[in-house]
């Protein structure tokens, strides 16, 4: 019996592991040079919508940025933080998303929707660069 109880927990944790990813912060991403503080701005402040993100300047830092997403009963929410160059996307907080301070790891969808985040900002980045 003890042995049943023993396999039943590893198996809880291993499905429970399999669901989950270590959490990172997303750096390094690249604004085009020349652009404008407003330009980039705007083109932050205009993407997302798409994958149903909402984002507003945060009052963190004058260069930084919160995005919210609500999918079902998952809640995620970002921060972005634009250097002169580039931006980086920090984990800021969540709910329903399995995330675990102590062991570093979050729900293995958190990179799928901070991706096409990130897809969003480089491709309104790109055409406020064009339209220069």
């Known amino acids: 019996m003890k042995n049943i109880i023993l396999s039943l927990i590893a198996l809880l944790f291993a499905v429970s592991c399999a669901n989950t990813k270590p959490l990172r912060s997303l750096e390094n991403n690249k604004i085009p040079s020349g652009l404008s503080a407003e330009k980039i701005e705007k083109a932050i402040l205009s993407s997302g919508r798409t994958n149903g993100w909402e984002l507003m300047k945060s009052k963190k830092s004058a260069n930084s940025y919160l995005g919210k997403l609500y999918i079902r009963k998952h809640y995620l ?41 990130i897809a969003e900002i480089n491709n309104e980045l790109k055409i406020a660069k064009h339209h220069e």
């Open 77 to 117: 929410e970002v921060l972005i933080v634009t250097e002169k160059n580039s931006y980086t996307v920090l984990y800021n907080d969540s709910r329903f998303m399995k995330y675990n301070s102590a062991s570093g790891v979050i729900h293995r969808n958190y990179y799928l929707w901070v991706s096409n985040l």
